[in-house]
Each structure stands twice: as structure tokens, then as C-alpha cells.
């Protein structure tokens, strides 16, 4: 079938990409607008406020900066994953694309201890404006982290057998979901800065 489909494994000659990689590229331009969107809004609210809480005052800084070290291991292993495959070698792959699931999991789970301990202390999005914003960044951030482990768990287990048919374009899929991977990371990084430590 594959043979049929053009531009799964070859790169286009007008934009020097494959299909996916092309199609991952748009997809993440409207992920930055969403995220931009939202950051925009929370520098508006925070400029024009009279008094806004600093977000360590409020805010677990310790577990979110554990946080950022997992998912920065995490986009190290997602590299080391797609690099495996490129060695031919699918078991370091395995094991690389293993611990960056093992890495998000990790990050969710120390985001629920957060989360947790605030609705513990009552508080709640409902609480102030700067609860409301970060309730609602990093539950969408949470929510892509976990389509990440999806996509992974699923080249990591059944989508894995591509591999001994078609090779190449599992490294492309591998790729891709890495380009994602990397955009969530990129989008914590910016997170953490913003809601914990200004």
C-alpha cells in the first residue's frame, strides 16, 4: 500500500519533507498559537493587575524544578530512542523510549502531589485569577504530556511492529512523535519560568 501513498519515506522536492514531518510541523505552529494565546493573556492579567502573587509564594517551586530535570531526561531519551533506530538497534531503542515514558509518568505523578496539596489548602482555579491561569496551563499542558504517552506507548508496543516491515518510515514516525515530544518540553520550559519564578 505504501507504494501508493507518495511521500511517506521521501521528502517532498518543494518543502524538503515527508508527509508526517510536514504534517507534525503545521500541527505544532497551531499548538504554539494556542499556548501563545494563553501566555499573552497571562501577561495582559499580570501587567494590569495592581497586585499579583509571585507564583514561588503560592506555588511548589522544588517539585515543578524536579519536574523540569525529568522532562528535559525525557527529550534526551526521545533523541537517543530515534537514534537507536537510526544505529539499527532496536533493543537500546526499547530502552530509551521506555524511560521517556517512564519519565512522563513521573511528571505526572509529581503533578498530582501539586495539585493535590493546593486543593488540600483550598486552593482552587475559582481562588484568584492567578490560580484560574495556572490551573489551566498546566491541566493542558498535563493533557498533552498524556497524548504524548500515548503516541509512545503505542510505537513503543503493537506500532513497534512497523519496524521489521518498514523500517524507515518507523524511524519517521519515531521522529515525529519526538518533534511533539520536544514541543511539550519546550512549552514546560517556558511554563516553569513564567508561573513559578517571576
Known amino acids: 500500500m505504501s507504494e501508493f501513498i507518495p511521500y511517506i519515506v521521501e521528502e517532498r522536492e518543494e518543502t524538503g519533507l515527508y508527509n508526517a514531518k510536514m504534517g507534525i510541523w503545521l500541527f505544532l505552529a497551531s499548538e504554539v498559537m494556542l499556548f501563545g494565546g494563553l501566555f499573552s493573556s497571562y501577561v495582559m492579567m499580570r501587567v494590569g493587575a495592581l497586585?499579583?502573587?509571585?507564583?514561588?509564594?503560592?506555588?511548589?517551586?522544588?517539585?515543578a524544578t524536579l519536574n523540569t530535570l525529568v522532562l528535559i531526561v525525557s527529550s534526551v531519551t526521545m533523541v537517543l530512542a530515534w537514534a537507536s533506530l537510526r544505529l539499527n538497534d532496536f533493543k537500546k531503542f526499547r530502552l530509551n523510549l521506555g524511560l521517556t515514558i517512564l519519565c512522563a509518568f513521573i511528571f505526572l505523578i509529581v503533578k498530582y502531589f501539586e495539585y493535590t496539596a493546593k486543593f488540600h489548602h483550598h486552593l482552587f482555579p475559582k481562588t484568584s485569577t492567578f490560580l484560574a491561569i495556572y490551573f489551566t496551563m498546566?491541566?493542558?499542558?498535563?493533557?498533552h504530556v498524556i497524548g504524548g504517552?500515548?503516541?509512545?506507548?503505542?510505537n513503543f508496543g503493537p506500532g513497534s511492529k512497523m519496524w521489521k516491515t518498514q523500517p524507515h518510515r518507523f524511524i519517521n514516525r519515531i521522529e515525529v512523535s519526538g518533534l511533539y515530544w520536544h514541543f511539550v518540553d519546550l512549552v514546560w520550559i517556558f511554563l516553569f519560568p513564567v508561573l513559578y519564578l517571576l
Not at 514561588?56 to 522544588?62: A, C, E, G, H, K
Not at 504517552?149 to 503505542?154: C, E, F, K
Open 149 to 154: 504517552i500515548i503516541v509512545n506507548a503505542y
Open 51 to 63: 497586585h499579583w502573587p509571585h507564583g514561588s509564594s503560592i506555588l511548589n517551586v522544588p517539585l
Open 138 to 143: 498546566t491541566g493542558l499542558h498535563a493533557i
